[in-house]
């Protein structure tokens, strides 16, 4: 099953935008960890946030963590036409070594 | 540094007929997971394998199975295939002992049953 959902389902914007994607999910959690996937592709490893941290930053990516609502945001800040993809947010829950997939974000970035 | 490596790329089976799929981990890495994604949705994880063994797996039936051969690579068998078994199949590696770091995953197998 579904660990986490993703908001917006899908999201348009401009070249030099900023793109806000938002994730929720249900259990305790080792990590949360971002992912972008292009085309129905294997999916690229963005962005990993422990439990005990609240936000952090990779390149023009920004990740926030709020443990007691339960929900995350990624950022991606002057989106580019390449930034065009699927974006999932996936938990490892406390105990588990596994990954657990919220159903994505699909954002176009167009030029 | 080669990363994840899947073949075949692409699969095309008969309903009833029975599917191996197979996975090389990137180098160093001992964990093998592999991932259904139905199109539009999130992967769904299946099983995990580390030290040929398998440690965890999600809510699929015994017709989805696998193994791990000692050099870390794995497979992925599917028995009886349903036409609901078409989907990308996704294999992840990791190292065990590190649960705070990214999975890497290769590019998948589409397999589309007929």
């Known amino acids: 099953s579904q660990q986490g959902e993703e908001d917006p389902q899908a999201l348009s914007i401009q070249e030099g935008e900023n793109a806000t994607m938002n994730c929720s999910y249900k259990?305790?959690?080792?990590?949360l960890q971002w992912y972008r996937q292009n085309s129905g592709r294997g999916l690229v490893h963005l962005i990993l946030?422990?439990?005990?941290?609240r936000e952090k930053h990779s390149g023009r990516l920004r990740v926030t963590l709020d443990t007691s609502k339960k929900s995350s945001s990624l950022l991606i800040t002057a989106s580019r036409a390449a930034d065009t993809a699927s974006y999932f947010c996936?938990?490892?829950?406390?105990?588990?070594?596994?990954?657990?997939f919220g159903k994505g974000t699909m954002l176009l970035v167009s030029p | 540094d080669a990363g994840v490596t899947q073949s075949p790329t692409h699969l095309i089976k008969t309903r009833g007929q029975q599917v191996t799929l197979r996975c090389s981990p990137k180098?160093?890495?001992?964990?093998v997971s592999w991932y259904q994604q139905a199109l539009g949705q999130g992967p769904q994880f299946i099983f995990q394998?580390?030290?040929?063994?398998?440690?965890q797996r999600g809510n699929f039936p015994d017709r989805f199975s696998g193994h791990q051969f000692p050099n870390y690579s794995s497979e992925l068998n599917v028995n009886a295939l349903l036409l609901g078994d078409s989907a990308l199949y996704l294999c992840?590696?990791?190292?065990?002992?590190?649960?705070?770091?990214?999975?890497?995953f290769g590019s998948g197998t589409r397999l589309t049953v007929v």
């Open positions: 992840a590696s990791s190292r065990r002992q590190d649960l705070n770091y990214g999975y890497t």
């Open positions: 259990t305790s959690i080792n990590n």
């Open positions: 946030i422990r439990s005990n941290e």
């Open positions: 996936a938990t490892v829950p406390r105990g588990y070594s596994t990954l657990t």
């Open positions: 180098s160093g890495h001992d964990t």
């Open positions: 394998y580390y030290e040929e063994e398998e440690r």
